[in-house]
């Protein structure tokens, strides 16, 4: 399939065509001994996109031999994370008796539902020589209906993910439907989740139908409307707004969001719920080890002060 150029594009002028950019959020950054993370949701600017609740850029980061990544099992209720990364691996193993490396290119889906625990760590292997690590993590909410439901994990490689090429430019879908593609990766809300790679001088249009979205800038840069918006910065897009971006460069770019939330959710810590009741008793039950613990894993981290 081939990508089109949007309607405006085609019918009017660049300069005709009405500004496409509703917002511009330029993430926090944190360095936790040479590797960067940026949290790009939630901001003080902007809560969520779709279902999105979290965004995180995690590196580019570079670790000598013997080191690694080690986030210790910890707990989350009331939404499903979606690892996607570019480079690097991380081995994640769960309460659900789940082992799984992911690698480049594959989506990484679990569902909390009720409870989940999971820890994520640079594979033994991987730490035998330098490595390096680069990717997203996201956290959607799940709908109401589904903030209780069972735990579940589901892992998709690269050749399971619709692609879309057309003159430079790669779409990969993650989750949800884009460019007449719909992936496989069984998310509970109507969701737009695209990893776009576009070459030096590629141009691709942004002309998907849902009501929230975002475009997170993860290397190079992109010009839309006529304006250059550098790596590390989240474009929140005006509803309904239809046009092409292009790259004098080359970009990695995420294409975000879906249908809105079904009403306001709490997010503390690991825990998101639309009843903030039911994230004091997830508190209670982590403090008090009634979550169920990973395999072969039998560190954590304690529950925040704060």
Not at 86 to 104: A, C, F, W
Not at 223 to 230: H, R, S
């Amino acid at each position: 399939m081939s990508f089109f150029d949007c309607p405006s594009a085609a019918v009017h002028r660049p300069d005709d065509c009405p500004a496409s950019v509703e917002q511009i959020i330029v993430p926090r950054s944190k360095d936790i001994g040479g590797f960067e993370v940026r949290r790009v949701l939630p901001s003080r600017e902007r809560r969520t996109i779709g279902p999105f609740v979290f965004f995180d850029q995690m590196g580019l980061g570079h670790f000598k031999a013997g080191r690694g990544l080690d986030v210790r099992p910890h707990p989350h209720i009331g939404l499903a994370t979606i690892t996607y990364l570019y480079s690097g691996e991380i081995m994640h193993r769960d309460s659900l008796n789940t082992k799984q490396v992911i690698r480049p290119g594959a989506v990484n889906l679990m569902t909390a539902g009720r409870g989940i625990v999971h820890s994520e760590r640079s594979p033994e292997d991987s730490r035998a020589t330098d490595s390096e690590l680069f990717g997203l993590q996201a956290w959607i909410a799940l709908p109401r209906a589904f903030e209780e439901s069972d735990p579940d994990f589901s892992h998709h490689s690269a050749d399971e993910l619709p692609v879309i090429e057309d003159g430079g430019a790669r779409a990969r879908v993650l989750a949800g439907s884009a460019y007449g593609e719909i992936a496989s990766v069984p998310v509970k809300s109507e969701t737009l989740y695209v990893d776009l790679h576009l070459q030096p001088g590629a141009r691709l249009p942004i002309d998907s139908p849902h009501e929230e979205r975002g475009l997170y800038i993860a290397e190079g840069s992109i010009e839309v409307d006529g304006q250059t918006y550098p790596a590390g910065q989240l474009l929140v897009l005006k509803p309904g707004a239809h046009f092409t971006i292009g790259s004098r460069t080359g970009a990695r770019v995420a294409l975000l969001g879906g249908e809105p939330l079904d009403g306001p959710r709490h997010l503390w810590w690991n825990f998101v719920h639309s009843d903030k009741a039911r994230i004091e008793q997830a508190k209670a039950d982590w403090v008090a080890g009634r979550f169920d613990q990973v395999i072969d894993d039998s560190d954590w981290i304690p529950l925040p002060d704060d």
